[in-house]
Every structure is written in structure tokens, then in C-alpha cells.
């Protein structure tokens, strides 16, 4: 009797939630280490659409790799916390081989790294990350990223670096896998109840 309803409302919450885009995913990258502490989150939606192992954008029509974006710092005595995403952008430049490891270890394109240019309410601010802006590998002297913000009432630029490189969280399954698989075992469980 609750079979089919159940069945039917299993199917449309899995078509509610899949993705839109095939194969997206959501790359959540954490860093330290910054000069006057606080730490920062940057959270990348993205989908490897040309599918050769990499991710790449450059704020240009047709770079529909990345299709989200988030960042976040908690701050420190030199810079504020702030959130700023995807329609806070002015630029974003990614580049990001997807071996699981932190943003800036791939030695085999040697130009792994973020480039963002940000505008809030009430300031601007940028963040560079990996080698490829800097042109050079990072840790130990060599600065992984260089996040700076700028008041727009005083004026007043801070700029922290640190030599962490970013590194990349666990990436979950996406949500719809496990509402498939609910789908698959409702579906299931129809079948033992009618023979």
C-alpha cells in the first residue's frame, strides 16, 4: 500500500538533490600559519568537465570548471575576520591537479595555485596561494600565500603571509550517492514484500 508513494518520494528527493553538474564536487581546503595567527577556509564547487585530472579557471566565458566559491579568514591583529563568495569576486584565477594533496604540490604543472580578488561591503582584499602565483615551490622561507585586506573607509592595507601550504579536507560523497542507495534499498524492499 505505502510502497509506490514511498517509492515515488524516495525518487523525487534524489532528483531534488543530485547535482546539476556531473562529476561536482565540493574541495574544501583549510590553511594556518599565518603571521599574526588566524586561519583560513577556502571552499571551491567544482567539476573537471574536460576530464584531464585537473581544475582549471580563469574568470573567462567557457572556464566552467569551478562554479562556487567561498572564503574565510577568523582573523588576527593585522587583518579582520571576514566571509566573502562567489558574487564578492572581482577575479578568481584556479588551478588545482586533483591528487587529493594540498593546493601547490603538483610538480608536474608547476602553476598549481588560487588567485582571488575580492570586494566586500566595506573592504577589498586578495588572496594568492601555491606556486603559481609566486613562481616558486612553497614552504620553509618561501611564502605558500599572501592574503591582504583593505579598509574602504581608512584605507589601511594589512597583509599576512604564511608558509602552510593549503590543504585539502576530506571530500564527501556527494549527497545524492547516499539518496540513491536509499532509493536502491526501498526498491529492494518492494520486491521482498510482494513475493
Known sequence: ??????????????????????GATTLTFTQGGWDGGGSLR???????TNGDGEIFFESSPG???????????????????????????????????LDG????????FGDEGVS??????????????GPGPFG???????PCSVLGVSDAFSGVVGLNF???ALLLAAVPAPAGLGLFGLALAALALGRTRRA
Open 1 to 22: 500500500m505505502f510502497a509506490r508513494p514511498l517509492r515515488a518520494a524516495i525518487a523525487g528527493a534524489f532528483l531534488a538533490v543530485a547535482p546539476g553538474i556531473p
Open 42 to 48: 577556502l571552499v571551491l564547487q567544482v567539476a573537471d
Open 63 to 97: 572556464d566552467d570548471e569551478v562554479f562556487g566559491f567561498g572564503l574565510s579568514f577568523t582573523g588576527n591583529a593585522a587583518l579582520p575576520a571576514f566571509a566573502v563568495g562567489w558574487g564578492d569576486l572581482l577575479d578568481l584565477i584556479v588551478v588545482y591537479t
Open 101 to 108: 594533496g594540498p593546493l601547490g604540490d603538483d610538480s608536474g
Open 116 to 129: 582571488a580578488i575580492f570586494v566586500g561591503a566595506t573592504f577589498g582584499g586578495l588572496l594568492f596561494a
Open 136 to 142: 616558486t615551490v612553497c614552504g620553509g622561507t618561501n
Open 162 to 164: 604564511t608558509s602552510e
